[in-house]
């Protein structure tokens, strides 16, 4: 059983300087606690207790390739030594920009930027300058940055969360104001009438969402949802932005937009484009993207492109071929079938759900869920006691359900990942509710 005691003693000293001893909210969850972590290689962490943990947060999502990727490294090194930062360009940033747009089906421009949160911003400034219309809708338990204006009904308790045909917009944080949600109106997803209801008003300039639910959850779009939210979108003169700071470089090569053969006018990318350096993109048709060049739509951003992650970008797209894909798949098919098995023999009932490269398990629900309240009536604490379960015999993976899994995650990784799931699931069955 590992032991997590020191972790708690740097984290609490620490805590004189750095406000809870983390850096943002979203690693102050886990029940044993913040841990620290002295480096990372490969599938694993090790923290500051000396114990070597499997690691399925993977930079939470970010690291397709893993922790210790030989040839990201070494592009980082080699671009280091070029230089820092020019606020000019450099030819690294258009080698990554023409990878990107060779890659992902909507990207007939893009422009980089240096955080998911960031470029969804940049998506909906220019969605609402292209139509002239304000209004951007958004879908219950979709999660697209911090910031206040989209920082709406991620998360809301399904008793704040109003009608199922009528969601209420329930803030993220204290803080907002309701004028912060005043561009937005939020939907249930998977809904396809509710959202041709609401087009048919002619006041949108936008719908955003993951064109697969990851962030909560790993649901798939119904069969037609998807065609069917383009149609209503062209039908109206609304803009049609996909999310992919999770699914992008994780359901493919070509993103959910790939996978799902719809092609949106806008997406936005983040988290594994450059395996865990701090890159993002907006990319899209190029006669919304020229708004930023000529049509009086702002974008900056002092670290935008900045050539050491845009080296990393490189390197990192390099290694993400379709043949890397397919043998990593086969790695995360095995596991994400192996736990649904191990959890059912343990009697504990739990909707494995999801892709190759990022699944969900969520307890207690009869059938897979098609959004967030389907989602939020599964067993949360029972889950989480789970998952504490797994970290204390060496596996560490969300709290919320999510696992994330890079090409180092390996047969033997998966073996021993497995070993812990049977333990962990033998402990905490019988705490679950039959
Ligand atoms: N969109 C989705 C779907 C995300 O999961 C996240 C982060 O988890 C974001 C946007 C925000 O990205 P970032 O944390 O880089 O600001």
Not at 64 to 87: D, M, T
Not at 120 to 136: H, N, S, V
Not at 180 to 203: F, H, I, M, P
Not at 317 to 332: D, F, M, N, V, W
Request: glycine share 10%; hydrophobic share 45%; charged share 20%.
């Amino acid at each position: 059983m590992l032991k997590f005691d020191e972790s708690a003693r740097i984290v609490a000293a620490e805590s004189h300087f750095v406000a809870g001893g983390v850096n943002s909210n979203f690693r102050l969850g886990m029940g044993h606690g913040p841990l620290v972590f002295t480096h990372g290689e490969g599938a694993y962490l090790h923290d500051v207790d000396g114990n070597r943990i499997i690691d399925y947060y993977c930079g939470m999502g970010a690291m397709v390739l893993g922790h210790s990727p030989a040839e990201v490294k070494a592009a980082v090194r080699e671009q280091l030594e070029k230089g820092i930062l020019f606020a000019g360009q450099a030819p690294i940033e258009y080698e990554a920009a023409r990878i990107i747009c060779e890659r992902i089906p909507s990207a007939e421009r893009l422009r980089f930027g240096s955080s998911g949160s960031e470029v969804a911003q940049a998506a909906m400034r220019l969605a609402r300058a292209a139509t002239g219309r304000r209004t951007i809708v958004k879908f219950e338990g979709h999660y697209h940055g911090w910031f206040d204006n989209i920082l709406w009904s991620t998360a809301p308790a399904l008793a704040e969360a109003g009608p199922d045909e009528a969601p209420h917009l329930v803030p993220g944080s204290k803080g907002q104001s309701m004028a912060d949600a005043s561009g937005l109106d939020v939907l249930q997803w998977n809904d396809l009438a509710a959202v041709e209801t609401r087009l048919a008003r002619g006041d949108i300039a936008a719908v955003l969402m993951e064109a697969a639910m990851c962030n909560q959850g790993a649901i798939s779009p119904m069969p037609g949802y998807l065609e069917g939210v383009q149609t209503a979108c062209r039908r109206h003169g609304v803009i049609l932005i996909f999310d992919e700071v999770i699914t992008g470089f994780r359901l493919g090569q070509k993103g959910a937009q790939g996978r799902f053969e719809v092609t949106p006018d806008l997406s936005i990318f983040a988290k594994a484009i450059a395996n865990g350096f701090p890159v993002a993109a907006i990319v899209g048709r190029a006669e919304l993207m020229d708004l930023f060049a000529t049509g009086g739509v702002l974008h900056g951003g002092t670290f935008n492109s900045q050539p050491v992650p845009m080296a990393a970008l490189v390197a990192t797209q390099q290694a993400l071929t379709p043949e890397h894909y397919e043998k990593t798949a086969i790695h995360g098919i095995r596991l994400r079938d192996g736990i649904r098995s191990i959890l059912a023999e343990a009697g504990i009932k739990a909707q494995v759900t999801g892709f190759e490269l990022m699944f969900h398990i969520a307890f207690s629900l009869d059938a897979p869920a098609r959004n967030y309240r389907d989602l939020a009536r599964a067993d949360k604490a029972g889950y989480a006691r789970f998952a504490q379960a797994l970290l204390r015999n060496g596996v560490r993976a969300l709290e919320r359900g999510a696992w994330f899994v890079s090409s180092e995650h390996d047969g033997a990784v998966i073996d021993r990942t497995l070993e812990a799931v049977r333990i962990a699931a033998r402990e905490v069955a019988p705490t679950l509710p039959g």
